[in-house]
């Protein structure tokens, strides 16, 4: 299916952000531009809006009950896994 995007939207990050978007929820244009719409008048993150997130490469529900993965910790996570030498380890979070 071909969408003209710039016909949706004038500024190219508006044009960028519903590509995205619609690319990676599956959703039709009309409720990713409904997204973009909420997140621009209340300021609300998109993973909230959306309801999901990626973390490490997995999915995770999102509500603003909880509070969003940060990339910053995905790389922490990596650091860890890279410094474990395949023993068992016990991992304590606080």
């Given at each position: 299916?071909?969408?003209?995007?710039?016909?949706?939207?004038?500024?190219?990050?508006?044009q960028?952000?519903?590509?995205?978007?619609?690319?990676?929820?599956?959703?039709?244009?009309?409720?990713?531009?409904?997204?973009?719409e909420?997140?621009?008048?209340?300021?609300?993150?998109?993973?909230?809006?959306?309801?999901?997130?990626?973390?490490y490469?997995?999915?995770?529900?999102v509500?603003?009950?909880?509070?969003?993965?940060?990339?910053?910790?995905?790389?922490?996570?990596?650091?860890?896994?890279?410094?474990?030498?395949?023993?068992?380890?016990?991992?304590?979070?606080?």
């Amino acid at each position: 299916m071909f969408i003209d995007f710039n016909n949706i939207y004038r500024n190219t990050y508006s044009q960028s952000l519903l590509k995205w978007l619609w690319k990676e929820s599956g959703e039709s244009v009309v409720v990713c531009k409904e997204w973009i719409e909420l997140h621009e008048k209340s300021n609300t993150p998109f993973e909230y809006i959306v309801g999901a997130t990626e973390f490490y490469g997995r999915r995770f529900v999102v509500t603003p009950d909880v509070l969003i993965p940060r990339p910053e910790t995905e790389q922490l996570v990596e650091l860890v896994l890279e410094s474990i030498d395949g023993s068992e380890k016990t991992l304590l979070e606080l």
